[in-house]
């Protein structure tokens, strides 16, 4: 999920319209884990199930999407975009497929830290000092998760690791987001899932696993109603709402992706992998809807 800065547009809809559009965006976001542990996909081996996701609904993404895109623009920064959002793909449905629901979502969601990291250490900004609990918060739920994931359960460090991997790449499309936040966000995410699908291309010619028509239908749903269609929606939506308060807003997407694979197949996170998420998601709400509210000057409940 990427979320820039709002502005103002003639067409723009109500405050309320807009944050109803964002959440919905949100909810649609975190059925991620319920098409990707689909028992469709069953008879795909685990080793290349996760690329095999990722290149499908990109695909999908890029045909939805390829109409609706208005004035593209070439731009250098669109080369490491592009790159680090096919990387973020690939790691996060190989993550999303060999561990669980939860370890891979949260460790995604460490993006804004990993935003503030390399602003620090890359782009030489001084760190915030409102910025230094919430990331402590994140790091010691990010530990928690890898501690016990790759030292005591030793579930699939594969798919750990590609949660972390997820994570920093997820990072550095937001950093590249922002150098780019005047083209079109639809042009930016069509290009991003056009590229990402003719990187894998090669490597789905070489697998040579051809989805079953029932396979097809569940992967088109994947790439229409869990990623363009959100994106869309949240473009509107970003019309008349901060992108600090979207993102706020967006919180939700990883609290119920976890929840809808419980709850419709099953899957239980491990118990430091709901304390390890949940340190993480005291540290974002303490930067999206406390701090960053706080340093507006606006310590109340939005208007």
């Known amino acids: 999920m990427n979320t820039p800065d709002s502005s103002t547009a003639p067409n723009a809809p109500g405050k309320l319209t807009g944050r109803l559009l964002i959440l919905a965006a949100a909810l649609m976001w975190s059925s991620c884990g319920l098409f990707a542990k689909a028992p469709v996909f069953d008879a795909w081996s685990e080793s290349v199930r996760g690329p095999l996701l990722a290149f499908w609904r990109s695909a ?128 930016l995410v069509a290009v991003n899932h ?17 989805p079953s028509w029932g396979q097809l239908a569940v992967l088109a749903c994947f790439g229409t109603f869990q990623m363009a269609v959100p994106y869309v929606l949240i473009s509107r939506g970003l019309r008349s709402v901060s992108s600090q308060e979207a993102a706020a807003i967006c919180l939700v997407e990883p609290v119920l992706t976890p929840l809808w694979v419980l709850l419709f197949l099953g899957e239980v996170p491990a118990r430091w992998t709901v304390v390890g998420a949940s340190l993480i998601l005291v540290g974002l709400l303490l930067r999206y809807a406390v701090l960053e509210r706080i340093a507006r000057g606006k310590p109340g409940p939005p208007g």
């Not at 999407?65 to 680090?84: A, D, E, Q």
């Not at 590229?195 to 070489?206: D, F, G, R």
């Open 194 to 210: 056009m590229v990402t699908a003719a990187v894998l291309l090669p490597w789905m010619l070489y697998l040579g696993i051809r």
């Open 60 to 187: 999908f993404a890029a045909l939805i999407l390829l109409p609706m895109i208005r004035r593209p623009r070439w731009s250098f920064y669109l080369v490491p975009l592009t790159g680090c959002f096919a990387l973020m793909c690939l790691t996060y449905m190989t993550a999303m497929t060999r561990t669980t629901a939860a370890n891979a979502i949260w460790l995604q969601n460490t993006a804004p830290w990993w935003v503030f990291l390399l602003s620090v250490l890359l782009l030489r900004e001084p760190p915030p000092r409102r910025e230094l609990v919430p990331l402590g918060f994140a790091i010691l739920g990010v530990v928690t998760i890898l501690v016990f994931e790759l030292g005591v359960h030793t579930q699939d460090t594969v798919g750990v690791l590609c949660g972390l991997l997820a994570g920093v790449t997820y990072g550095c499309v937001l950093v590249l987001l922002r150098v780019l936040r005047g083209q079109g966000a639809v042009w």
